[in-house]
């Protein structure tokens, strides 16, 4: 095994030292899985994510430029706000010549604030959240983010804006049948936030990165700004990235992350937006071509489903919007996700792996009654995600 594992290391390592990148062959390396050692998972990803280009010469200069830009962001986004704030909060002068909390004019730096912080006490509340059953994203980051620790700040950091927010978000709470409320069982919360432990002064927390993150996708996508379940798309790419063993790849996963996010959520933000739901590119559509392609392929187990009123929205919605990330642990999902992006259709392979998921439980689907097989499928029974591959390319295959 050591050594099938070896040659598969350097096959990777093959495509990848080319001075351009052969995406076919890439993609049918990645498909299989990525092995873990040498980073090699963290360049892949961000070659099948479109965010670094196939010619490698060009490499340096494109991560230089975004990782600047992505500064840049937390700069305009997350400092300046925070010092226009500690220096209003401190000068009293004429409040009527100066922007103010009470100035009704839509164009206030106050109103767009408070606006914000509505978006950044729902984004708070699920990434503290984000997969309680590791201590990673509690952990303090090997790499905090300098320009928001540095200790001559006065300014109001995103962790000290919720602790002084009282604002009530419930204008945040979109509720997506699903998303917002069916969380999987596999995922324990912690009853409270108290349990977390406060890190010292001058550390973050990896959840904190993530927040930040999603908060500044927010801000540069206020079409769709931050729906949930967005943080269980971010969660484990920023955690391969934060996890890379190359050191200088890992102090910029943050910005890293940010960009990738930002390409994955262009693919799929149509899952996300309510108002597509029903159209062409929406979720809607989606979970019924989980349907259809199981009436294909097995239509004694679709007519099943169908005679019990099972209908697609009670599992597939979660399974298609949130890529399977809820649905196995994080190692796996990781696993998944390496055959998704490694997908050239762009996850037509996800509709064949929720059938894959299907047909592997059909017998106990075929004898159960709605309850029992409601609760199969909002808890999927089997964890061994490299036997829903195998089924799922076998599905394919048998097009």
């Known amino acids: 095994a050591r050594g099938f594992a070896l040659l598969r290391i350097a096959d990777f390592q093959e495509v990848l030292g080319e001075p351009t990148v052969a995406l076919t062959k890439l993609r049918e390396l990645c498909f299989s899985g990525i092995p873990f050692d040498g ?9 099948l994510l479109n965010y670094l280009p196939l010619e490698k010469a060009l490499w340096s200069s ?16 997350i400092i300046q706000p925070g010092i226009a704030k500690a220096n209003l909060g401190v000068s009293r002068e004429d409040v009527t010549l100066e922007d103010h909390p009470l100035n009704p004019n839509p164009d206030s730096r106050w109103n767009t604030y408070f606006k914000d912080n509505e978006v950044l006490l729902q984004i708070d509340k699920d990434v503290r959240r984000l997969y309680p059953d590791m201590a990673f994203f509690q952990r303090p980051t090997d790499y905090p983010c300098l320009l928001i620790l540095d200790p001559q700040n006065e300014f109001e950091t995103l962790r000290r804006r919720v602790e002084q927010t009282t604002l009530k978000s419930q204008t945040v709470a979109r509720n997506r049948s699903g998303v917002t409320n069916v969380s999987s069982p596999l995922k324990t919360t912690p009853s409270s936030l108290s349990e977390y432990e406060v890190l010292p002064n001058g550390c973050e927390a990896h959840w904190e990165v993530v927040e930040r993150i999603l908060f500044i996708y927010a801000k540069l996508n206020p079409g769709i700004a931050y729906v949930q379940g967005m943080n ?3 969660g484990p790419l920023y955690y391969t990235f934060a996890t890379d063993p190359n050191s200088e790849w890992k102090e910029h996963a943050e910005a890293d992350t940010f960009f990738c996010f930002t390409n994955l959520m262009a693919e799929i933000r149509d ?5 597509l739901d029903d159209s062409q590119c929406g979720i809607t559509y989606k979970m019924e071509k989980v349907y259809s392609t199981l009436k294909e392929k097995d239509v004694e187990l679709y007519l099943k489903l169908q005679e019990q009123n099972i209908k697609p929205q009670f599992f597939a919605f979660r399974w298609l919007t949130l890529l399977l990330s809820q649905e196995f642990l994080l190692p796996d999902v ?11 259709k762009r996850f037509d392979f996800l509709l064949l792996v929720c059938c894959a998921m299907l047909t592997l439980i059909r017998d106990q689907l075929l004898e159960g009654d709605f309850t029992l097989n409601m ?15 195998k089924k799922a390319k076998e599905l394919q295959d048998s097009k």
């Open 39 to 47: 980073g090699l998972r963290c360049l892949c990803w961000k070659i």
């Open 62 to 77: 494109l991560l230089k430029k975004q990782r600047d830009l992505y500064s840049q962001f937390l700069k305009e986004m």
């Open 232 to 234: 269980e798309i971010v």
């Open 271 to 275: 899952n996300f937006i309510k108002s």
């Open 334 to 344: 990781i696993r998944i996700w390496d055959s998704l992006f490694a997908d050239d």
């Open 375 to 389: 609760r199969l499928l909002q808890d999927y029974p089997i964890s061994d995600v490299h036997l829903i591959l």
